[in-house]
């Protein structure tokens, strides 16, 4: 079974533009998170979505939006890019829906703002 | 997150050796999941624990989880170069897919 691909694996951006990334979940899986992972912050949670709509949402300024298709595919599009945006971003997999499950990662998206 | 503190931050062993990496929840977890980390890399799953408390075992790889310490650890045995990396925790505090990590433990293998 393929693993979560996320695309693209690099991207380096100018302050102000907007960026939309895409993750592919494993084969099946239905629910897809976003986590932004910093050496100041560490790694952490941004939002989930399952069957196309928001389930959980991180503490992150609406600047940073996501949006799920129908074949469980996500993207996430950051708008008005900082430098503080700068970020490995990964996305995970599962098909749980409601508790246990194991969730997956993908490799990320490592975006640069300069 | 200060909510799951990870110990030790950093980690020198002689392949060989056995080690413990621990994770610690302020909060009720209702699983801890722990994860392998190259630098840069995405995030490798290795075992899942439910609250009521658990171990699993996975090659020379151990993790419990102790329900009433709120405490999970992960145990190496004979540890080896391919074990290096950045080890994570990350607590399920809702049922749901929303994870809070620990800051990591960055292990190095020594050959």
């Keep these: 079974k393929a693993g979560v691909t996320q695309t693209p694996r690099y991207l380096i951006k100018t302050r102000g533009q907007q960026v939309t990334l895409s993750c592919s979940p494993i084969s099946g899986h239905r629910s897809v998170s976003w986590y932004?992972?910093?050496?100041?912050?560490?790694?952490?949670?941004?939002?989930?979505?399952?069957?196309?709509?928001?389930?959980?949402?991180?503490?992150?300024?609406?600047?940073?939006?996501?949006?799920?298709?129908?074949?469980?595919?996500?993207?996430?599009?950051?708008?008005?890019?900082?430098?503080?945006?700068?970020?490995?971003?990964?996305?995970?997999?599962?098909?749980?829906?409601?508790?246990?499950?194991?969730?997956?990662?993908?490799?990320?998206?490592?975006?640069?703002?300069? | 997150s200060q909510e799951l503190e990870q110990s030790p931050q950093s980690l020198i062993v002689q392949e060989g050796k056995n080690l413990t990496i621990n994770c610690t929840s302020s909060k009720t977890l209702y699983g801890l999941?722990?994860?392998?980390?190259?630098?840069?890399?995405?995030l490798i799953f290795l075992m899942m624990l439910q609250k009521g408390g658990e171990e699993k075992s996975h090659e020379k790889i151990t993790a419990k989880l102790d329900e009433k310490k709120q405490q999970s650890s992960l145990h190496i045995t004979a540890s080896q170069p391919s074990h290096a990396g950045i080890y994570?925790?990350?607590?399920?505090?809702?049922?749901?897919?929303m994870l809070t990590f620990g800051g990591g433990t960055r292990l190095m293998v020594k050959p």
């Design chain 1, 36 to 114: 932004q992972q910093t050496p100041g912050q560490g790694l952490q949670f941004l939002f989930e979505y399952f069957s196309e709509t928001q389930r959980n949402k991180g503490n992150f300024p609406g600047r940073f939006s996501g949006r799920q298709f129908s074949n469980s595919r996500s993207e996430m599009n950051v708008s008005t890019l900082e430098l503080g945006d700068s970020a490995l971003y990964l996305c995970a997999s599962s098909s749980r829906t409601g508790s246990g499950g194991e969730q997956y990662f993908g490799p990320g998206t490592r975006l640069t703002v300069t």
């Design chain 2, 33 to 42: 999941y722990w994860y392998k980390q190259k630098y840069g890399e995405g």
């Design chain 2, 88 to 97: 994570l925790c990350g607590a399920d505090y809702n049922a749901g897919n």
